[in-house]
């Protein structure tokens, strides 16, 4: 079932928006599709990343996720996040859940379930499939699932 097939707009969200390279991606296939899109929603923690988006869009990001009510997100059909990787990476200290960093994924589950959009999109590096013996994954599946994803 395609929960997008009717849509003229795509609303979306871009946490832990960095530079913009996911609303560039979906903002490229909404066009291809001959779709509007909308970013109603944006955010990074990190100041320069937020003056270059703000540069690159015209949007100015909001700051520390963990700060923000879901409430005060606006609807949106897709959610898209990069949530931050060091705590999987084998380049970063591979704590997981253990640094404060690895808990935002918790954040995104917490907005997916005030707002239920049709889709998300998450990225995460490689050694996230396998960290803590894919244990982590499994806790980043089944909470995604307990929202009925």
Do not use: W
Request: hydrophobic share 40%; aromatic share 8%; proline share 3%.
């Amino acid at each position: 079932m395609n929960l997008l097939k009717d849509k003229q707009k795509i609303r979306f969200v871009d946490l832990f928006c960095g530079l913009g390279g996911f609303r560039v991606a979906i903002e490229q296939v909404c066009r291809q599709q001959h779709l509007e899109s909308d970013c109603v929603f944006s955010c990074d923690i990190d100041k320069d990343a937020q003056a270059i988006y703000h540069a690159n869009f015209g949007d100015e990001p909001q700051g520390d996720i963990t700060e923000i009510a879901a409430l005060d997100i606006a609807n949106h059909d897709i959610l898209m996040a990069g949530f931050p990787c060091q705590p999987f990476s084998i380049c970063g200290n591979l704590k997981g859940f253990e640094d404060t960093r690895g808990t935002l994924f918790f954040e995104i589950a917490r907005i997916l379930k005030a707002k239920q959009p049709a889709a998300f999109i998450l990225e995460n590096v490689k050694q996230l499939q396998g960290h803590q013996q894919g244990k982590t994954l499994e806790v980043i599946l089944d909470t995604l699932q307990d929202l009925g994803y």
